[in-house]
Structures are given as C-alpha cells and as structure tokens.
C-alpha cells in the first residue's frame, strides 16, 4: 500500500521567517511527487517533481526529491501571512494508465504577524 | 492553467435521497478524472478513478453502488451519491490532468446529509 507522511503536522512561525515542509513516501512504481497548498477550497496545484536533485522554485517557494532516499521537501522564504494554510504532499504511481494521487496528511502552517 | 469547475459547490439533503455532484474540465479534454473525498482536518482520499467511455475504477472500501460514477464525454464526469446517509456528508473534490501527471482540482462540492 503506498504511503505518505508529512511533517510536521502543524508549524507556527512569524512573517518573515524560513520555513521547510517534509514528505518522504513509499510506493511501488513512483511516477511524481507534488506538492499542493490547500486554503479553504480546493488545493492548488505548486510543483510537480519526477527528478532527483532538481531544485523547481516559484517565487518564495522551492522544491526539491530525492528519490533515493525517499522524500521530498518544500521550502518558504521570507513567510508572509498568506502563505498560511495546509501544505499537501501526494504521490501519483504508475499501474498503467493514469492514477490518481496518494496524499499525505498534510503541514498546517500558521504565520503569524 | 487548466481549469477545473464543480457543481454544486454546496448541497444540503435528507437521508435517504440522491445526489448528484458535476466534475467539469473548462478548457482542455480529460480521459481520466478522480473523484476525492475529504473529512475534516484530514487528507484527500482518493475514491475512484473516472475513464471516459469505461467503468470507474474504485479504490479498495470504496462502495461502487454507493457512488455511482459515469464519464459521459471528454469533459464531464458526474458522481451521484445514491441513498445518502449523514457518515456520507464530506467535501467531494474532482481532478483532471492535461498534461502527463499534472492534476488540477475542481473546487469541491460540500454534502451535508441530514
């Protein structure tokens, strides 16, 4: 059964401050790894990762995997307010054909101001 | 970006009834769509895999005729939530991908069964 787990469960940080989200995961047959953020709605969509060692950046935010050992993080420089909210980390497999996403349980994060 | 739209976005019904829940892709054609379900503070789990012009495949507890899934053309997927009970009332979420293993979310649709 493919597994993943992120951490912490929940931080508490003020603006300003770095930020770094785990997820390590195992699954048979590993296609990607994304990461999502999740205010009230829906998640939208941050970066998709399938190389190891790969840094992907947007803006403040950065990924990168390593699929060696397993996991994945998520970094937040210079945190503001709006980024609070619930980080998702998901897994997607290949059994042929599309698949749909394992997620972990997900970072809460609060940034205070 | 792909965009994802659901309908309704929240529904309220009594116990025992139907409900029908749209999964949309706006501007691209979609195969494939997954039907998610979320209780609060908890993770997405995923329910069923939507092909388009085949059965769904459910995952594993995931009652097949309890949740009715049909993926009538490229760009709809419906989920009825047949004979409702309370313990069904979560946030239903859809996704599509257009582009290999990129998934992009509808906005949900919140059930509350009462």
């Known amino acids: 059964e493919d597994k993943v787990v992120q951490s912490p469960l929940s931080l508490v940080v003020h603006e300003g401050d770095t930020v770094t989200l785990n997820c390590s995961y195992e699954?048979?047959?590993?296609?990607?790894l994304l990461w999502y953020k999740q205010e009230k709605k829906a998640p939208t969509f941050l970066f998709m990762l399938?190389?190891?060692?790969i840094e992907k950046k947007s803006g403040r935010l950065s990924s990168i995997l390593d699929k060696k050992e397993l996991f994945s993080i998520l970094n937040i420089t210079a945190t503001q307010t709006g980024d609070s909210a619930v980080y998702l980390c998901a897994v997607g497999s290949s059994g042929g054909g599309a698949d749909g996403l394992t997620f972990g349980k997900g970072t809460h994060l609060i940034i205070q101001p | 970006g792909a965009v994802v739209s659901q309908h309704p976005s929240w529904v309220i019904c009594k116990s025992g009834t139907s409900v029908k829940i749209e999964c949309r892709s706006l501007d691209f054609q979609a195969t494939t769509m997954f039907w998610y379900r979320q209780f609060p503070k908890q993770s997405l789990m995923l329910m069923a895999t939507s092909n388009e012009g085949s059965k769904a495949t459910y995952e594993q507890g995931v009652e097949k005729d309890k949740f009715l899934i049909n993926h009538a053309s490229l760009t709809l997927s419906t989920l009825t939530v047949t004979s409702a009970h309370p313990e069904d009332s979560s946030f239903y979420i859809c996704?599509?991908?257009?582009?290999?293993?990129?998934?992009?979310f509808g906005p949900g649709t919140r059930l509350t069964v009462t």
């Open positions: 399938t190389s190891s060692g």
């Open positions: 996704s599509a991908g257009d582009r290999g293993y990129e998934q992009y």
């Open positions: 699954v048979t047959n590993f296609r990607s």
